[in-house]
T-cell receptor
């Protein structure tokens, strides 16, 4: 299995809703990432998990809450979002070992619309 | 993070080679040069990466200047499926796991 699987593919949520995005990989990768991508813009890094521990938070608002229950699964919990949070949310994974460089594998993303 | 500079857009004809330049004059000794591409409505896709030597794989070739201040991604025979945004990214493996995207080059392939 060489894929990163993201669910759901599309999500519409109200500003008072709570929802979660899910990301799964079975490549044995030990680093996992959340990116946000607005239309016509490059992806922006949000969070990095390394060996199931949060290692980087790029000053993301607390209405976004990441979780890494195990080495294969990454969640992004959403609460009280704003319409400007509407974007494509991408998950990625990589080998996660420092001192050498490996390619990242990205999922196809969750298209989120906040109404 | 060391920065990269790429042209905003490039056009190519189908079955012709495409040379995508990337300038990275502030590259450090521990920076790897990564290339990713993003097809419409998809997540980014790893293309190739290298440190000092030229690299080849089934998708593309990466030519790295001797002083490492620039590199070129080469698609040997462009197909319509190669129309995408191509990102040249420097990644420092000595510090953290960041892969930070710049604006990229939008490649259009004419049939």
């Amino acid at each position: 299995d060489t894929e990163v699987t993201q669910t759901p593919k599309h999500l519409v949520m109200g500003m008072t809703n709570k929802k979660s995005l899910k990301c799964e990989q079975h490549m044995g990768h030990r680093a996992m990432y959340w990116y946000k991508q607005k239309a016509k813009k490059p992806p922006e890094l949000m969070f990095v998990y390394s060996y199931e521990k949060l290692s980087i938070n790029e000053s993301v608002p607390s209405r976004f809450s990441p979780e890494c229950p195990n080495s294969s699964l990454l969640n992004l919990h959403l609460h009280a979002l704003q319409p400007e949070d509407s974007a494509l949310y991408l998950c990625a994974s990589s080998q996660g070992w420092r001192g050498n460089s490996y390619g990242y594998t990205f999922g196809s993303g969750t298209r989120l619309t906040v109404v | 993070d060391a920065k990269t500079t790429q042209p905003n857009s490039m056009e190519s004809n189908e079955e012709e080679p495409v040379h995508l330049p990337c300038n990275h004059s502030t590259i450090s000794g521990t920076d790897y040069i990564h290339w990713y591409r993003q097809l419409p409505s998809q997540g980014p896709e790893y293309v190739i990466h290298g440190l000092t030597s030229n690299v080849n794989n089934r998708m593309a070739s990466l030519a790295i200047a001797e002083d490492r201040k620039s590199s070129t991604l080469i698609l040997h025979r462009a197909t319509l499926r190669d129309a995408a945004v191509y990102y040249c990214i420097l990644r420092d493996d000595s510090n953290d796991y960041k892969l930070s995207f710049g604006a990229g080059t939008t490649v259009t392939v004419r049939a």
